[in-house]
């Protein structure tokens, strides 16, 4: 029997209440869905028994940081997994807003505001668009790009800095150095995570789409980019399918990135085995391909099919008006 949905029944993501759990504790199963909810069994599980499992499943058993600060905030940021099966409900009517009221609300360097967003929602525009990512090297494509609903285009974007520039006779000469390009990027890449907070706290899933940029010129040529802005990536949102739910990929242990005072290369060498055991057995239970992590870090490395056409990416810089001094 469908209901409101309680503030102690929520999304994950959302900053009230635990997730699926009501304030004395009982579980409440959510149903997919905005402002619906079924309660379906009623077992007693402790906040720090379900925080304790949402940790071990991001770092594994072993690799469990301690001390965390904890709150709902926290726990949404926690919570987050890529989804790739969408229902073809359209976004709910606001969310698109939200999710870009949360990126104009990310820092952006010097206050310049130099980044946009694509909103692709025509499914001929967004069947393109989908086309354009699909791996030359292995033949596949996200199918889900035209499942889903959106598919959001984050754009570096100087053009604007630039016309300003141009139209007050100040000359341009900033624009073409590399720290310029760097720096948008950067403010598209601050700026899309914040979307994603925003997107799971309304119970939407998402995946970043780095393939938007295997074909840059031609998805810059689709989307009407103007010179001197390109598609750092791309990213699908909708409402996840809860008939192929999604796993937390686990992270490797904390030593391997916090460094304290110093770098140390030796440190986060020596941590790199400890991720090996906790990956494989997500591959396993994900029913994903079995590689180790190095595996995947040296093919990557390595492998010019894993650039996919972004080999060429300078070049199309470069007709795009980026100097890259």
């Known amino acids: 029997m469908a209901a409101a949905l309680p503030r102690s029944c929520v999304e994950p993501g959302s900053d009230v209440g635990l997730p699926g759990f009501g304030s004395d504790g009982v579980r409440l199963r959510c149903q997919a869905g905005i402002g619906q909810y079924e309660s379906r069994e009623r077992v007693f599980v402790s906040q720090s028994e379900e925080r304790q499992n949402l940790l071990e499943q991001r770092y594994g058993q072993a690799n469990v940081p301690a001390g965390l600060i904890w709150n709902e905030r926290i726990q949404g940021l926690l919570e987050h997994r890529s989804v790739r ?96 390009f760097l720096m948008a990027s950067i403010d598209a890449a601050v700026a899309a995570q914040n979307a994603v907070v925003a997107a799971e706290a309304l119970g939407l899933g998402v995946v970043y789409i780095g393939a938007a940029r295997n074909k840059a010129d031609e998805m810059a040529q689709l989307l009407e980019l103007p010179p001197h802005s390109f598609v750092a990536f791309g990213m699908v949102v909708g409402s996840p399918d809860p008939a192929q739910p999604t796993q937390i990929r686990p992270r490797p242990p904390q030593a391997l990135v916090l460094h304290h005072d110093r770098y140390s290369a030796q440190q986060s060498m020596d941590n790199v085995e400890a991720y090996e055991p906790v990956l494989r057995d997500f591959l396993e239970s994900s029913g994903s391909t079995v590689r180790t992590w190095r595996e995947m870090v040296a093919f990557s490395t390595s492998s010019m099919d894993y650039m996919d056409g972004r080999q060429n990416l300078r070049e199309t810089l470069h007709s795009r008006g980026f100097q890259l001094r």
Do not use: C
Not at 108 to 116: A, D, E, P, V
Not at 156 to 169: F, K, M, N, P, Q
């Open 85 to 180: 099966a969408f229902l073809p409900d359209p976004l709910p009517a606001g969310s698109l807003e939200t999710m870009v009221a949360a990126a104009q609300s990310a820092s952006t360097s010097s206050g310049l505001n130099q980044w946009s967003v694509v909103a692709v929602t025509d499914p001929q525009v967004k069947a393109k668009a989908a086309a354009l990512t699909v791996s030359e090297t292995f033949g596949i494509g996200s199918t889900f790009i035209e499942q889903a609903p959106a598919f959001l285009l984050w754009v570096a974007d100087l053009s604007r800095s630039h016309s300003i520039a141009t139209e007050a006779g100040t000359g341009t000469e900033v624009v073409d150095y590399l720290d310029s």
